[in-house]
Nanobody
Framework: QVQLVESGGGLVQAGGSLRLSCAAS????????MAWFRQAPGKEREFVAA????????YLADSVKGRFTISRDNAKNTMFLQMISLKPEDTAVYHC??????????????????WGQGTQVTVSS
């Protein structure tokens, strides 16, 4: 059974930092692209970042380039999203997701096979 479990969300002031984690189990992570999406109230779920587990190639949405970094820990099957210089518009529920790597990178949430429950990030102004 595939499980993706996010953690690390919270309340932070604008300009602050948070690090999100996504622990994966039940799948061979080296065969997947892992991603972060976020969904703000009243908005659609949007792509934030992704990493091709084998090789470590990363992809970032333009809105977070220079502020967010995606990485992974092979030994712990865990993906991270380091977020700095947070803005109120970063407020959302952040979800991790997985997609088979052979299918290539996708920024479309409907192309991902597995999802976590999400972790809330709130940035106050």
């Amino acid at each position: 059974q595939v499980q993706l479990v996010e953690s690390g969300g919270g309340l932070v002031q604008a300009g602050g930092s948070l690090r999100l984690s996504c622990a994966a189990s039940g799948l061979t992570v080296s065969s997947y692209i892992m991603a972060w999406f976020r969904q703000a109230p009243g908005k659609e779920r949007e792509f934030v970042a992704a990493i091709r587990w084998s090789g470590g190639i990363t992809y970032l949405a333009d809105s977070v380039k220079g502020r967010f970094t995606i990485s992974r820990d092979n030994a712990k099957n865990t993906m991270f999203l380091q977020m700095i210089s947070l803005k109120p518009e970063d407020t959302a529920v952040y979800h991790c997701a997985a997609r088979l790597a052979y299918a290539g990178i996708s920024y479309d949430r409907s192309r991902y096979d597995y999802w976590g429950q999400g972790t809330q990030v709130t940035v106050s102004s």
